[in-house]
């Protein structure tokens, strides 16, 4: 394509040499326009399309410098190029300090060097203006993205920061500019506070890639802390000679705070704030280990509160609550730093008695707490009173493990409320009651699959926003013919310990599909039901062979089907849960974590498995009291882990309008509860749908 050249002078002599030189240029002709005064040039520069001036400054109405700054100002990215004699040349230099690319000497216009050098001007005005665009684009992009990015110098000084740097140190561009990079990033471990060598500097050493390892903290230039995660490269000019470093680094304090949230909730009761269970088995090993080197007795406290059911369902689970938090301040108080107080779950608490030597010692510990619980508790204005009765086991007597000392310390403490309760039993080898309590079930359960005593009822999961039923939950019930409606509570455990969780667990999923295909056939639309899977039935070696049959011989949409599985249960074995949960999302059957947070797992290995849904533990909804947001900051960080995530959120256990108000504020999709319906028989759940239908 060709040039179009405007030459501004009045002397014809010079237009025409110049329009013979340009239109016969070998290596294509130039178009020629040309004005004769300044300001024809400027209103031919103002209609646009010039690709270069010609400009001779001694015109009719404007003369020297004049002339080149008005041109100038109104073509400042079109390439312009003076025209003089020699005694001009003073001027043509000024004009090029003044931004024209060069000049072209009277009496050499005729002269073929004339296109060639009127060629490469244009052409390197061209590369200028892609440099600028693509220089321009880089550093929009660069102060668009969330990421900090700071480029050094060999001499490891500042040359660019963009915005997210700025913000992130406090450091301006200007003022971080030819300073050492070690000043305007101070990076210190998060840990010792030590300070950290700054990865530049490595990159500049040694050419190669460099990244933080550990938790790090950027101190900003005001005293600020947060903690980054980073890396840096090295930057080459085109001969491959290393030149400089870049830094590209993220504030990750929101991640890392709550990755540590949910890292100490999984090892930490929610509403106590004590070790769990998981906690409280990994200290005891701890302890054991210790007492065997030595030669001590460390000592187990089961304790069960008195008469807190009681409490519990004539004040309410906010009072409830309460009382719990307090008794676990008085025990607190009653042990030593060494010791370990565990909420075991319910009312029941697990003291740890770490260095005892004498089981009087533990005797002494049991006597402590029993004066202190049986102090009245001002609960909301109430004075609330309860006891409570201790189990206790001693090691090696009593067990070699923890899992047989919480067993014995259990069973003695069932003795003690036999005795009367507020007092302690320490474990005797033919305490046998909750032995005979268990063969007790354990005989009934293997024939109550044969009797038929099984029933699943049904609780509704609604749009926390419409108000309408999105599905239901299967929940068993054994309608024992002399015990009457027995809870899962009090087989389920026992089921699992027998073998029998699989068989049931087979006829749990059986019954719920057939109900399914039921309500179909009875006019519904498709109905979603969950079914919990405990880890027994999941770690089956044909658990996904038997769904299948079941899905087939039943006629079910395998999308109504929802399954249910703890965090527990899916990290047991993260790579054959993830394979065997992706057969089942092939199928289109839907994935759910339940008691989402009470678990022990990796969020990073979480992510890895094809989930739908997150249901929040019905714990982390009781705390919801509309008095503090920290109260439910557990269940706005997970609804907007699932949100990020896009996975729904549903949240168990809701029993008031204050809870369901909180849920609606941060988003919560469903949830399902007391204040919504308790579990219900099929054909009331039915009747349900129809209405809701």
């Known amino acids: 394509m060709a040039n179009r050249v405007l030459v501004i002078s009045a002397r014809p002599d010079d237009v025409r040499a110049l329009k013979h030189a340009l239109g016969n240029a070998s290596d294509g002709p130039f178009f020629v326009e040309d004005a004769s005064t300044l300001a024809q040039g400027l209103a031919r520069i103002h209609r646009g399309g010039i690709d270069a001036i010609l400009l001779d400054m001694m015109l009719p109405d404007s003369r020297g410098m004049s002339s080149f700054d008005q041109v100038h100002q109104l073509a400042r990215h079109t390439p312009i190029m003076t025209l003089c004699g020699v005694e001009e040349e003073t001027s043509a230099r000024e004009a090029v300090q003044r931004g024209a690319q060069g000049w072209l000497s009277r009496g050499y216009f005729d002269n073929s060097l004339v296109p060639q050098s009127l060629r490469s001007v244009i052409e390197r005005m061209k590369v200028e203006q892609g440099l600028y665009i693509a220089q321009a684009r880089a550093q929009i992009t660069l102060n668009s993205i969330g990421d900090a990015v700071i480029s050094v110098d060999m001499h490891g000084r500042v040359d660019y920061l963009n915005v997210a740097a700025e913000e992130m140190t406090g450091w301006t561009r200007d003022d971080a500019g030819g300073r050492p990079v070690a000043e305007v990033l101070v990076i210190v471990e998060g840990g010792t506070g030590n300070p950290v060598t700054n990865p530049v500097e490595h990159v500049l050493r040694s050419g190669q890639v460099q990244a933080l390892t550990g938790e790090v903290i950027l101190v900003d230039r005001h005293g600020r802390r947060r903690t980054i995660a980073d890396s840096a490269a090295p930057i080459f000019d085109w001969d491959g000679q290393l030149v400089g470093a870049v830094m590209v680094f993220r504030d990750i304090s929101d991640t890392v705070a709550l990755t540590s949230k949910m890292q100490h909730l999984a090892q930490h009761d929610f509403l106590t704030n004590l070790p769990n269970r998981v906690l409280l088995n990994d200290r005891i090993t701890q302890v054991?280990?210790?007492?065997?080197?030595?030669?001590?007795?460390?000592?187990?406290?089961?304790?069960?509160?008195?008469?807190?059911?009681?409490?519990?369902?004539?004040?309410?689970?906010?009072?409830?609550?309460?009382?719990?938090?307090?008794?676990?301040?008085?025990?607190?108080?009653?042990?030593?730093?060494?010791?370990?107080?565990?909420?075991?779950?319910?009312?029941?608490?697990?003291?740890?008695?770490?260095?005892?030597?004498?089981?009087?010692?533990?005797?002494?510990?049991?006597?402590?707490?029993?004066?202190?619980?049986?102090?009245?508790?001002?609960?909301?204005?109430?004075?609330?009173?309860?006891?409570?009765?201790?189990?206790?086991?001693?090691?090696?007597?009593?067990?070699?493990?923890?899992?047989?000392?919480?067993?014995?310390?259990?069973?003695?403490?069932?003795?003690?409320?036999?005795?009367?309760?507020?007092?302690?039993?320490?474990?005797?080898?033919?305490?046998?009651?909750?032995?005979?309590?268990?063969?007790?079930?354990?005989?009934?359960?293997?024939?109550?699959?044969?009797?038929?005593?099984?029933?699943?009822?049904?609780?509704?999961?609604?749009?926390?926003?419409?108000?309408?039923?999105?599905?239901?939950?299967?929940?068993?019930?054994?309608?024992?013919?002399?015990?009457?409606?027995?809870?899962?509570?009090?087989?389920?455990?026992?089921?699992?310990?027998?073998?029998?969780?699989?068989?049931?667990?087979?006829?749990?999923?059986?019954?719920?599909?057939?109900?399914?295909?039921?309500?179909r056939d009875s006019g519904l639309s498709r109905v979603s039901i969950a079914v919990n899977v405990s880890a027994f039935e999941f770690r089956h070696r044909d658990f996904?062979?038997?769904?299948?049959?079941?899905?087939?011989?039943?006629?079910?949409?395998?999308?109504?089907?929802?399954?249910?599985?703890?965090?527990?249960?899916?990290?047991?074995?993260?790579?054959?849960?993830?394979?065997?949960?992706?057969?089942?999302?092939?199928?289109?059957?839907?994935?759910?974590?339940?008691?989402?947070?009470?678990?022990?797992?990796?969020?990073?290995?979480?992510?890895?498995?094809?989930?739908?849904?997150?249901?929040?533990?019905?714990?982390?909804?009781?705390?919801?009291?509309?008095?503090?947001?920290?109260?439910?900051?557990?269940?706005?960080?997970?609804?907007?882990?699932?949100?990020?995530?896009?996975?729904?959120v549903i949240a168990e256990g809701i029993e008031d309008a204050t809870q369901l108000s909180f849920l609606k504020l941060h988003g919560c999709c469903e949830g399902q509860g007391y204040f919504f319906s308790q579990p219900v028989e099929a054909a009331r759940m039915g009747a349900m749908l129809h209405a809701d239908a």
């Open 544 to 648: 996904f062979d038997h769904a299948l049959t079941v899905l087939a011989s039943s006629g079910v949409d395998p999308a109504c089907l929802q399954l249910e599985l703890t965090e527990s249960v899916l990290m047991r074995d993260v790579a054959a849960s993830a394979a065997l949960l992706a057969k089942f999302k092939e199928m289109g059957v839907e994935i759910a974590v339940d008691d989402f947070g009470t678990g022990y797992s990796s969020l990073s290995y979480l992510n890895q498995f094809p989930i739908d849904v997150l249901k929040i533990d019905q714990s982390f909804v009781r705390a919801i009291d509309g008095l503090s947001e920290s109260n439910g900051a557990i269940v706005s960080a997970v609804i907007g882990m699932g949100r990020s995530l896009h996975q729904r």
């Open 288 to 519: 054991i280990a210790s007492a065997r080197r030595s030669d001590t007795s460390p000592a187990l406290l089961f304790l069960d509160l008195d008469k807190f059911k009681h409490i519990n369902d004539s004040l309410g689970h906010a009072v409830g609550d309460q009382l719990l938090q307090a008794v676990a301040q008085r025990l607190l108080d009653c042990v030593r730093t060494s010791d370990t107080v565990s909420r075991h779950g319910g009312d029941e608490f697990v003291v740890l008695l770490a260095d005892e030597r004498r089981p009087q010692d533990a005797a002494l510990a049991a006597e402590k707490i029993l004066i202190a619980l049986s102090a009245p508790f001002l609960i909301e204005g109430q004075e609330l009173h309860t006891s409570t009765s201790i189990g206790i086991s001693v090691f090696p007597l009593d067990g070699p493990d923890a899992a047989t000392l919480i067993k014995n310390a259990d069973t003695a403490m069932y003795h003690a409320k036999e005795r009367g309760r507020n007092n302690y039993q320490f474990f005797r080898h033919d305490m046998n009651a909750r032995a005979v309590e268990r063969q007790l079930i354990e005989s009934n359960l293997r024939k109550a699959l044969e009797r038929q005593e099984f029933a699943l009822h049904y609780q509704p999961k609604l749009d926390l926003e419409s108000g309408k039923i999105t599905g239901v939950e299967a929940l068993l019930r054994w309608e024992h013919p002399e015990w009457g409606m027995t809870l899962p509570e009090r087989f389920i455990r026992i089921a699992e310990e027998c073998g029998l969780i699989v068989p049931i667990g087979r006829w749990v999923l059986q019954e719920a599909c057939e109900q399914a295909v039921r309500w």
